[in-house]
């Protein structure tokens, strides 16, 4: 199936312009599927799906999975649907969302491999910040120099969630108060899909890197998660309501500009299982 769409900025990101009907249609989600692992990010400008098109759309793409229905805030009732908001009155442990404000793939720290796709759906959009960004792993790998490329082969990295919330700590949260606190993950730094592409594991939840002094790694994973998060390799997505964005989750980082917590800022995700474990 052709699909109508137009690349955002060079290196990430398509725009695609389709009916509600089409999120129905299994070889429109192939479509979509292949486009993705080319883009990374693909947006549909105000489609305004609801909750049972953009599940029948996920289910379309892979195998649904909720990786965080156990998590602070997340609905065990709630169908696989993770509403992402700070509001008080709707998740009683917002603190868990505040993460998402520091660049990061998510479910690096799970038994099963992150999921290959995250879907989004804004449901109401904060007046100030909010933004979502995004940057191609892949893109941010391949555009490295050979002799950087040499130095980081074999090189490998400890992910822990305590890292990824360090910042978040500080905002009178204690370690006790966190689920999973505890998890963690030894990952290469460069990832080597099934496909022989390579991309660019980094991200906030990089503690540092195994057999290489503390401060080295700390400063080499500073320097590549800058790189990674350059313009040409990032997008920044200015929300409006009805929005729904596809990312690859397993190729992209992202994060969240950050907004008032009484704005009723609400997103509603869903998530595809990867097929493939990082190696
Ligand atoms: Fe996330």
């Not at 950087?148 to 370690?175: C, M, N, Q, Y």
């Not at 917590?261 to 097929?275: A, D, F, I, Q, Y």
Request: hydrophobic share 40%.
């Amino acid at each position: 199936m052709e699909l109508n769409t137009e690349h955002i900025k060079p290196l990430i990101g398509s725009r695609i312009h389709a009916s509600r009907a089409d999120f129905a249609n299994p070889e429109f989600a192939a479509a979509c599927r292949e486009l993705l692992d080319e883009r990374i990010v693909l947006l549909f400008p105000g489609i305004g799906l609801d909750d049972d098109e953009q599940l029948a759309f996920t289910d379309l793409f892979g195998e649904r999975v909720n990786f965080v229905k156990q998590a602070p805030g997340g609905e065990a009732a709630a169908r696989d649907v993770y509403k992402i908001t700070l509001d008080p009155k709707i998740n009683n442990a917002p603190e868990y969302v505040l993460g998402t404000f520091f660049w990061h793939m998510d479910g690096v720290m799970e038994t099963f491999p992150p999921p290959l796709a995250s879907l989004l759906t804004a449901r109401s959009v904060a007046p100030r910040g909010g933004q979502t960004e995004f940057c191609n792993l892949y893109a941010a790998y391949e555009h490295l120099p050979d002799a950087d490329k040499a130095e980081l082969e074999g090189l490998r990295v400890h992910h822990s969630v305590f890292a990824s919330i360090r910042g978040v700590l500080e905002l009178d949260v204690t370690p006790a108060d966190w689920q999973g606190i505890s998890k963690s993950n030894d990952h290469p730094l460069v990832w080597t899909h099934e496909d022989g592409r390579k991309s660019l594991l980094v991200g906030t939840t990089a503690e540092r890197v195994l057999d290489m002094p503390l401060a080295e790694g700390r400063a080499l994973l500073v320097r590549l998660l800058e790189w990674a998060a350059q313009p040409d390799f990032s997008y920044r997505h200015e929300w409006a309501e009805g929005d729904f964005v596809v990312w690859k989750n397993s190729g992209a980082l992202h994060r969240v500009i950050p907004y008032d917590r009484n704005s009723g800022r609400t997103m509603h995700r869903t998530s595809v299982l990867g097929t493939e474990a990082i190696r």
